[in-house]
């Protein structure tokens, strides 16, 4: 066993290397140097190096001029794109870039050939935000399960680099997990638009549904955060179930209100019915009210764009709990579909009065 | 030399009307019983891709992966379907090694972090919104990935290949995005003072003015530019108050 020379580090630049001794102990055990001791120290993030190292995606070797030159694109193009996903490089000459993070901006470079410059850079906007979105929410999951690596809450460097690194030592299999998912998601994604594309361009034909959760902004207000968490978490749950059985994919969640597209009408209003039927929202006596379009719609970097998606969504904001409101054309899509006609509504963007029909209470 | 008779008489329709597909295939090292078996499941024209696509050889069933994990038939299918995917039969073999590995991820992050599938959701529904970004990248820039499209299967395998090689590079590239974005803002120190879900910062929303309908009022390629227009606020950012982000 190595003998830890903590006056020589505490020399080096670690404050209070005696009183940190369990510390520094529990890092030499795991085989951190001196160096790289030193190194975290200087970051601020010595209780944090057993856990940084796992998280990081290699040693940092490139700087980001360096890192131009081994991908073969101008710095500023480099810059731009990791900028474009999110992430920031301070100095450009300072090592910040591991060899893995190079083999990901080769991949990017390769994708604007194929695609071309704007393309590739909406792609990784998309891939950035999505990323991001991640690891905000796996972070908050993280600290409500493992409050130990909070330092503010543990108050002890020591328990929280242990906690720290235990969580950490999850992440290669949570990577090997998003590989795996992704790729399964590329042949859910094809077969999806084997289904609505009409051609070469973005648009493709598809029902475009939303719902929501009907007095949720009163709910806001009486809830204490935890049942408000809970709530949200139970929904989002059992809302991606629903769609996903009846075959639609979800969007996007936006606080309480869920849209979803599906290949048919038929699809989209099955998914709603189950959505407002739903036995744990009357269990938990909620309403749930929909608004469903159908037509040619954008869809760009996995969200969609175009009149069905607006006249959707202001259809379930004129919706009354338990409503499922459709336009004009899911209606014609959906003759044997029972249907009552309402007064036209007045909605906002829209120039004129919309037909609308109500798909729940005519069954 | 490939035998086309014989590809026929195992099950490959019309192999000799399609010998210039058969063979591309031959040459990437596929076997007879590789081409036998997607002609099958009717995507003798995508194995090229669909090989570099997938995690790896199937080699598991929902069963077999359940047995290898030490896990519950039930458990395993319940992880599947929490990521957002469709659930296959027990018996049919449609699962990697590497699909397994993911599986005891999944339950190593129940054991561990008391997960009850809430991460698992988001990593599906972040994937399927990146599959979907991806597939319409490639779609849009690269027509002949679609059969229907193309109408010739040699023209979309080679498409389909092509474009196919790019994925194990991006899957690589959402490793390191989601390792730099886990690591930035310092998620698991300083976000917050305490262990709860609040947080203290400012919530804002911005859209594009104008009539919804003002989209559809050019032909859709060249509405790009206005595609921010949104029924829905969007984007949503945040700006701290009392939190060190």
């Not at chain 1, 390769?110 to 905000?136: D, H, I, K």
């Not at chain 1, 009408?265 to 379009?293: F, I, N, S």
């Not at chain 2, 990593?123 to 990146?130: D, K, P, Q, S, T």
């Not at chain 2, 976000?191 to 203290?200: A, K, M």
Request: glycine fraction near 8%; aromatic fraction near 6%.
């Amino acid at each position: 066993m190595r003998v830890v020379d903590l006056d020589a580090l505490e020399a080096a630049g670690i404050a209070n290397a005696r009183e940190r001794a369990e510390l520094i102990k529990y890092l030499d055990g795991l085989g951190f140097t001196a160096e790289d001791m030193l190194e975290a120290e200087l970051r601020g993030r010595l209780f944090g190096l057993a856990g940084d190292v796992l998280l990081w995606s290699g040693r940092p070797t490139y700087s980001l001029n360096a890192a131009a030159r081994a991908v073969g694109v101008p710095v500023n193009d480099l810059s731009h794109a990791w900028a474009v996903l999110g992430l920031t490089i301070a100095d450009a000459d300072v090592p910040a870039l591991s060899q893995a993070d190079i083999d990901g901006l080769a991949t990017w470079a390769t994708l604007r050939t194929v695609a071309g410059e704007e393309a590739a850079l909406s792609f990784l906007r998309v891939l950035g935000a999505t990323m991001a979105r991640l690891a905000e929410a796996s972070g908050t999951m993280i600290r409500l399960a493992q409050p130990d690596i909070l330092m503010t809450h543990t108050r002890d460097e020591l328990a929280t680099a242990r906690a720290y690194r235990a969580v950490a030592e999850l992440v290669p299999g949570i990577s090997t997990l998003i590989d795996s998912v992704w790729r399964h998601q590329i042949t859910s994604a094809r077969t999806y638009f084997e289904h609505v594309i009409q051609d070469s361009s973005a648009s493709v034909t598809c029902g475009v549904g939303f719902a929501d959760l009907s007095g949720f902004t009163t709910l806001t207000q009486l809830l204490t955060p935890t049942e408000l968490s809970d709530l949200l978490i139970e929904f989002s749950g059992t809302v991606s179930d629903v769609v996903h059985a009846d075959g639609g994919r979800v969007v996007k969640f936006i606080g309480d209100e869920v849209m979803w597209v599906g290949s048919t009408p038929a699809q989209l209003v099955q998914v709603a019915v189950d959505l407002v039927e739903h036995p744990r929202a009357r269990e938990a006596g909620l309403q749930v009210r929909a608004g469903l379009g159908y037509g040619s719609v954008l869809a760009i970097g996995g969200d969609y764009f175009g009149n069905a998606v607006n006249l959707a969504a202001r259809l379930v904001a004129a919706a009354a709990p338990g409503q499922i409101l459709a336009s004009t054309d899911v209606r014609d899509e959906l003759t044997d579909w029972p249907a009552i006609p309402l007064d036209p509504l007045i909605l906002k963007g829209f120039d004129s009065p919309v037909m609308a029909y109500d798909l729940h209470l005519s069954r | 030399m490939v035998d086309l008779d014989a590809l026929e008489a195992a099950g490959i329709a019309n192999a000799r009307e399609r010998g210039a597909l058969i063979e591309y295939l031959d040459g990437l090292g596929f076997t007879a019983e590789e081409m036998v078996e997607a002609e099958r499941r009717g995507r003798l024209f995508g194995l090229a891709g669909d090989a570099v696509r997938r995690s790896g050889r199937p080699t598991y069933s929902l069963r077999t992966a359940a047995e290898a994990l030490g896990l519950s038939l039930e458990d395993v299918a319940h992880f599947w379907a929490m990521l957002g995917l469709t659930v296959p039969s027990p018996d049919d073999v449609v699962l990697s090694q590497a699909d397994v590995d993911a599986l005891a991820t999944c339950a190593a992050m129940k054991a561990r972090m008391g997960d009850d599938g809430g991460l698992l959701r988001l990593i599906g529904a972040a994937m399927a919104r990146l599959a979907e970004a991806e597939v319409t990248l490639l779609r849009t820039s690269r027509p002949d990935f679609w059969i229907t499209r193309s109408q010739d299967e040699l023209t979309t395998a080679q498409a389909w290949r092509d474009v196919a090689e790019l994925i194990p590079g991006i899957g690589a590239m959402l490793d390191i995005v989601h390792r730099h974005q886990t690591t930035r803002p310092r998620l698991f120190e300083s976000v917050t003072v305490n262990p709860s879900e609040s947080v203290t910062c400012g919530v804002g929303f911005a859209d594009l003015s104008g009539s919804p309908r003002s989209p559809m009022c050019c032909p859709p390629r060249s509405c790009r530019p206005c595609s921010m227009v949104s029924a829905q606020p969007s984007p949503t950012w945040y700006t701290p108050t009392t939190v060190d982000w």
